[in-house]
Nanobody
Framework: QVQLVESGGGLVQAGGSLRLSCAAS????????VAWFRQAPGKEREFVVG?????????KTADSVKGRFTISKNNTNRTVDLQMDSLKPEDTAVYYC????????????????????WGQGTQVTVSS
């Protein structure tokens, strides 16, 4: 069993940066597949960035945030961070950390149904 707690959300002006952190509890977290999703009001939850595995670990990033958002994982501290730069108003959403014990191939890493564990979410608001 894994519990995820996000932090670091807030209000920022367009062009600014925020760093979100996801702290995990539970054993064997280092072997879990983790990703960040987001959900804007009235929209479905969408994939942002995450780790995939197909013979080797790779990072998959949604086109909408490519070049601006970066994911990193610290196995010692059991945290997964999301660095968000050059933020835009359309990045406004509740951001969720997600995890699963199963390795996920790059082809399906964006499938929200494959993740068993979710944090409570943290609000990110980008003003224009």
């Amino acid at each position: 069993q894994v519990q995820l707690v996000e932090s670091g959300g807030g209000l920022v002006q367009a062009g600014g940066s925020l760093r979100l952190s996801c702290a995990a509890s539970g054993r064997s977290f280092n072997s879990y597949t983790v990703a960040w999703f987001r959900q804007a009001p009235g929209k479905e939850r969408e994939f942002v960035v995450g780790f995939a595995w197909y013979g080797e670990t790779s990072i998959k990033t949604a086109d909408s945030v490519k070049g601006r958002f970066t994911i990193s994982k610290n196995n010692t501290n059991r945290t997964v961070d999301l660095q968000m730069d050059s933020l835009k108003p359309e990045d406004t959403a509740v951001y969720y950390c997600a995890a699963t014990r199963s390795p996920i191939s790059p082809r399906v890493v964006a499938n929200v149904k494959l993740y068993n564990y979710w944090g409570q979410g943290t609000q990110v608001t980008v003003s224009s």
